[in-house]
Structures are given as C-alpha cells and as structure tokens.
C-alpha cells in the first residue's frame, strides 16, 4: 500500500475531507480529458481554485513540464520567482519549507519603480530584469500569473540573456497581451512551461498549479 501525502494535504480531518470530496465532484463532472496521470492533479487543483471547468482544455503542458518542475522541487535548490507578491503569500510556507524552497518577488521594490519610470517600462519587466540580474531565475519556477508583460521579458531573457528557469508557470490573466504572451511562451523549447491558453489565469491559479506539484512531488518522494 503506498503512502499517503502529509506535507502537501490539509491540516484538519475536516479541511481534507472538504478538499478530496471537490476534487471528487470535479473528477465526475468534467468530462473527457486527454492530461497524463501527472498532468491531471495540476489541471485539476485549477479547476478547484476557480470553479472553472474551462481549464480542462484551455491548460497546455511543455512535454517535460511536470517532471522537471517535479525534479526541482527534490532537489531542495529550487526556489520560487513570482511577478506579484500574490503568488508569495498565497502559497503554504510548511509545503514550501519541507523541500528547502523559498520565495521572491521584486514588483514594489524602489529600484525596480525608478526604472519602469525611467525606461518606460512595467515594474513587472524591472522586476524580472532584478531577478536575473540575482542569479534567481535560472534553476527556480517562474510563476507568473498578473503580468504579461513579466511573462514576455522571461521569454526574452531566455532568447536574449541565456536565462534557464526549471519551469515557467506563465498564466497572466487580462485583456491587454494576456493571451499573446501566454502563446509566445508555448512556443519556447529551452525551457518547460505550463500556460492557460487565452485570456483567463491569476496569480491564484499559479498558487494552485504550484501546490499541484508539491503534492506530486511529497508522493514521488514517499515512493521512492
């Protein structure tokens, strides 16, 4: 019998007894789906967040996406860059402490602002730019889920500057290059991603994507 997550699942009876029974509601209304064994909790726990059954479909996978966001997160040398500091709070610090992560974000950062004002750019650009200029891009997962304009300087500073992220959760909400920057990175090989076609997303999703992970992640390593 294999063993069952403890890091990544509810504190209470009560909380996973109300988490597995949505996820079971949701398992029997979505319908048909054609995600891998490994790719369905991460659509899945999206579904959950937004009560949107939209995601099964509009949610696109890099071949190796899970599995190597998967494989950064055992190897307790990853952390997370978010464009917002969102995605920061929303995710659990016990989960994130138990595999070494730890978290970053540089959107309200002073430095960050006087050069958005300076170069006529978003804070969110400055931001990623900040983060690479750290050396905290390369080998963390990229979660990007405000800003396509975070989003579209990743795919650049892979192009441009050879940044090397483990995984890019890229799934900008909006209505101004939410969808475009969302299939500009679909278009990367370098480097694994995870997108929401379109214009749905949010920092929430990211969240919920992340987690996904961490579950799949606590259940590999209880396997092993």
């Excluded at 595999?99 to 650009?125: N, W, Y």
């Excluded at 890019?168 to 278009?187: N, Q, R, T, W």
């Excluded at 992340?210 to 799949?216: E, R, S, T, V």
Aim: glycine share 8%; with cysteine.
């Amino acid at each position: 019998m294999s063993a069952t997550n403890v890091v990544t699942e509810q504190l209470t009876a009560a909380g996973r007894a109300i988490e597995h029974d949505s996820f079971a509601v949701i398992d029997r209304e979505v319908g048909p789906y054609t995600y891998t064994p490994e790719q369905w909790p991460i659509v899945r726990r999206m579904i959950h967040a937004n009560a949107d059954f939209d995601f099964n479909g509009l949610t696109d996978f890099h071949p190796t996406a899970v599995a190597d966001g998967m494989a950064a997160i055992l190897s307790r040398a990853t952390r997370v860059v978010a464009d917002v500091e969102m995605i920061c709070v929303g995710l659990s610090a016990p989960r994130l402490g138990h595999f070494g992560m730890s978290t970053h974000q540089f959107i309200s950062d002073p430095d960050v602002i006087e050069l958005a004002k300076a170069e006529g750019t978003t804070r969110a650009v400055q931001a990623m730019r900040k983060a690479h200029r750290l050396g905290l891009i390369d080998g963390a997962i990229v979660g990007i889920g405000n800003a396509p304009t975070a989003l579209i300087e990743v795919v650049r500073l892979i192009h441009e500057e050879g940044a090397r992220p483990a995984l890019v959760v890229g799934i900008p909400v909006g209505f101004v290059s939410a969808a475009e920057s969302k299939d500009l990175m679909a278009l990367e090989t370098a480097v694994p991603w995870v997108v929401i076609r379109g214009r749905k997303g949010g920092s929430t999703l990211v969240v919920a994507a992340i987690h996904a992970l961490l579950g799949l992640a606590e259940a590999r390593e209880l396997a092993a």
